[in-house]
T-cell receptor, first 115, second 111 residues
Framework: DTGVSQDPRHKITKRGQNVTFRCDPI?????LYWYRQTLGQGPEFLTY????????KSRLLSDRFSAERPKGSFSTLEIQRTEQGDSAMYLC?????????????FGPGTRLTVL | AQSVTQLDSQVPVFEEAPVELRCNYS??????LFWYVQYPNQGLQLLLK??????LVESINGFEAEFNKSQTSFHLRKPSVHISDTAEYFC?????????FGAGTTVTVRA
């Protein structure tokens, strides 16, 4: 399967713990995006990478959140000192940099539950 | 910034009946509009997109959407739904590289 993959698919953690999610984009895509989807809402943009450079972070991304894409391939999203409000589906997407609009391909998501 | 509003949170429909999901956008500049579908326990999949050109766009599984500039709408329609169309549908627009989604419409198809 050459689509976007995310790991783990589900994560249950206790409040105050740190968690890290991984996203592997489609191999030839140089753009990578993180979104967060809470129950009953559409996905909201969190951050965006072009190659290894993080070009934008949403104000939703508090200082407890950090994302990296060290070699311009896979990306990690870490949440420190998790809170119950962090419970959500975290979606990763990737796209190429061709043309006016670059279709974003989404992974299956990581569902985080903070107890 | 561009945004979209989905007017229906839930749409129950019987199998083989038509369905329409409503989406309005707000923008004063050129828009890119999309419909994404999310099946249970799966990621988002692009259903169809409007970038420019013909205002009527179609997907491979029978859905179509019409870009209506005067009504600032991009409603999604299917003339006859199947059980397998049960899913959540999201209207979205693109601000530079960021997708901005509506709240979603849950379609439940009943036999």
């Amino acid at each position: 399967d050459t689509g976007v993959s995310q790991d783990p698919r589900h994560k249950i953690t206790k409040r105050g713990q740190n968690v890290t999610f991984r996203c592997d984009p489609i191999s030839e895509h140089n753009r990578l995006y993180w979104y967060r989807q809470t129950l009953g809402q559409g996905p909201e943009f969190l951050t965006y990478f072009q190659n290894e450079a993080q070009l934008e972070k949403s104000r939703l991304l508090s200082d407890r959140f950090s994302a990296e894409r060290p070699k311009g391939s896979f990306s990690t999203l870490e949440i420190q000192r998790t809170e119950q409000g962090d419970s959500a589906m975290y979606l990763c997407a990737s796209s190429s940099q061709v043309g006016v609009y670059n279709e974003q391909f989404f992974g299956p998501g990581t569902r985080l539950t903070v107890l | 910034a561009q945004s979209v509003t989905q007017l229906d949170s839930q749409v129950p429909v019987f199998e083989e009946a038509p369905v329409e999901l409503r989406c309005n956008y707000s923008s004063s500049v050129s828009v890119y509009l999309f419909w994404y579908v999310q099946y249970p326990n799966q990621g988002l999949q692009l259903l169809l997109k409007y970038l420019s050109g013909s205002t009527l766009v179609e997907s491979i599984n029978g859905f179509e959407a019409e870009f209506n500039k005067s009504q600032t709408s991009f409603h999604l329609r299917k003339p006859s739904v199947h059980i397998s169309d049960t899913a959540e549908y999201f209207c979205a627009t693109c601000n530079d590289y960021k997708l901005s989604f509506g709240a979603g419409t849950t379609v439940t198809v009943r036999a």
